[in-house]
């Protein structure tokens, strides 16, 4: 069966980076566009960006733009978000997700956690 498996989070300085894997299994990872969310406490989950299936292009949530990179190799049916410029703001569980034939998948969400 279809799983995300997010992994790569934790406690960093604002300003620091952290980068987050997300390990999918059980569908044929390289056809689907693949996303990341973020769920603070609190607050509605919101879409980070997202990558499409070549890796070819990218979107951003406008927060995020400039700071995030999503990035994926298709090889090891992995998909990766580069953080730079954390700002405290920036706290909350991130999950990744995909759609397959109108359904959708999450992870279980790691947390990253931005405090001095």
């Not at 894997?21 to 693949?34: D, I, K, L, N, P």
């Not at 990179?69 to 978000?81: F, G, H, M």
């Amino acid at each position: 069966q279809v799983q995300l498996v997010e992994s790569g989070g934790g406690l960093v300085q604002p300003g620091g980076s952290l980068r987050l894997s997300c390990a999918a299994s059980g569908f044929t990872f390289s056809v689907y566009v693949m996303r990341w969310y973020r769920q603070a406490p609190g607050k509605e989950r919101e879409l980070v960006g997202g990558i499409n299936s070549s890796g070819g292009s990218t979107n951003y949530g406008d927060s995020m733009k400039g700071r995030f990179t999503i990035s994926r190799d298709n090889a090891k049916n992995t998909v990766y978000l580069q953080m730079n410029s954390l700002k405290p703001e920036d706290t909350a569980v991130y999950y990744c997700n995909t759609v397959r034939f109108g359904m959708e998948y999450w992870g279980k969400g790691t947390l990253v956690t931005v405090s001095s």
